[in-house]
């Protein structure tokens, strides 16, 4: 990439001499736009006035002396870029070692050959340049990697979305279902995410596609007859074991959207634990595997409390809500064997946060009356 410095670029003499400004001035007023100033607080507030390409700095200024100048110039990110040349009378190697100490690219005499001095000032511009140029394309870069961050993100979501309400569609649960049930999941998550037998798991990246994921929870009911399905009242025993197929049948289709890739994102991975396990019982009682204990993955444990609560406390065409006093009964009498119980102790202490999410996702009457008049119509 080429670089070419500005048209008229900006140097500030910082010389306590009159003489000494004079001749540096003289030397560069041809090539460059020349600020003169003579006292070490001067420095600071023109260098902040007119941002210069590059700072002339003699290294004994009276006041604050150029070291100390050229630290606060340093310690500040409006003026921390430019680069610093220091004047001195004679070379001193301590002097020296102390300037690059404090970031000045450079340290000449007053002796120096002009044309010499000329050519390491461009030389200082040119790279302060280049290193410009680089921090704009680092800058655009991490723009573009943030944006198409935030578009996979919001991709990823909406087709999460789309398949969680295909299979709510066919179902009698609402869409507030799928908005209940993962912020109770991110609710219990998050009450976790210190607990020893969780915090190594329950990042807060994990705590996120648990929120994104948890809508999926049901997606194998596609795969269930309508006349099962959409069936009120109890299962006969052969209708239960067809209705018990679902979380494998949705395991199954998100193996199936991963085949052929060779790096699985870790949402999917997740999303297939949610799906497969959220049936399983902590004794081992539930399906399809009989996971027990630690076996069920931490992402179905925390499903299977959210998703159990939400039905007690559901109302539905064919049946009234329980009260929450009632529901939490039920979830107490369940740890240890429906539960986890490290999660129902998490789900006691979050009763009123629980209830919040309940009331503010609520299913109005009209929204079940069209659920119901919806399920009429697929029944035919």
């Known amino acids: 990439m080429e670089l070419f410095l500005p048209i008229q670029p900006t140097v500030l003499i910082a010389d306590s001499s009159e003489a000494g400004s004079s001749v540096l001035k003289g030397l560069l007023q041809h090539d460059f736009t020349v600020h003169t100033v003579r006292q070490g607080h001067e420095v600071l507030a023109m260098a902040r006035e007119v941002l210069p390409d590059l700072v002339l700095l003699e290294n004994q200024m009276a006041g604050l002396n150029g070291y100390e100048v050229c630290r606060q110039l340093k310690a500040e990110p409006l003026t921390q870029a430019i680069p610093v040349i220091f004047t001195a009378d004679t070379t001193d190697s301590e002097d020296e070692d102390l300037a690059m ?7 000449v005499t007053r002796s120096i050959n002009p044309k010499i001095l000329l050519t390491r000032i461009r030389a200082h511009l040119v790279n302060a340049a280049h290193i410009k140029a680089l921090h704009i394309d680092r800058t655009y870069l991490e723009f573009e990697v943030e944006k198409r961050a935030r578009e996979f993100d919001h991709l990823q979501q909406t087709t999460i979305l789309a398949l969680a309400a295909l299979a709510e569609v066919r179902d009698s649960e609402t869409g507030n279902h799928l908005r209940r049930t993962q912020n109770y999941m991110r609710t219990l998550a ?15 990246q994990v705590i996120d596609m648990l929120f994104k994921c948890a809508p999926l929870h049901d997606i194998g009911k596609v795969g269930i007859p309508d006349r099962i399905l959409l069936k009120k009242g109890r299962y006969e025993p052969h209708e239960f074991e067809v209705m018990k197929s679902h979380p494998r049948l949705g395991y199954e289709a998100l193996v199936n959207a991963e085949y052929g890739s060779r790096h699985a994102p870790e949402f999917l991975e997740i999303a297939k634990q949610i799906v497969y396990s959220h049936h399983e019982k902590w004794d081992g009682s539930g399906y399809p595997q009989g996971l027990v204990g630690d076996a069920i993955p931490v992402p179905a444990r925390l499903m299977a ?5 939400d039905a007690l406390i559901s109302k539905r065409v064919y049946k009234d809500g329980m009260s929450h006093e009632r529901a939490t009964e039920l979830i107490v009498e369940g740890r240890g064997l429906h539960f986890d119980p490290d999660v129902v ?17 609520a299913d109005s009457d009209e929204e079940l009356a069209a659920k119901a008049a919806l399920m009429d119509q697929v029944m035919g």
């Open 101 to 107: 100490t404090l970031g000045a690219v450079d340290y």
């Open 190 to 204: 998050t009450q976790l995410n210190s607990h020893p037998r969780f915090a190594a798991f329950l990042t807060p």
């Open 305 to 309: 409390v959210a998703d159990v609560y």
């Open 345 to 361: 102790d998490a789900f006691l202490s979050l009763g009123d946060v629980f209830q919040d999410i309940a009331r503010r996702y």
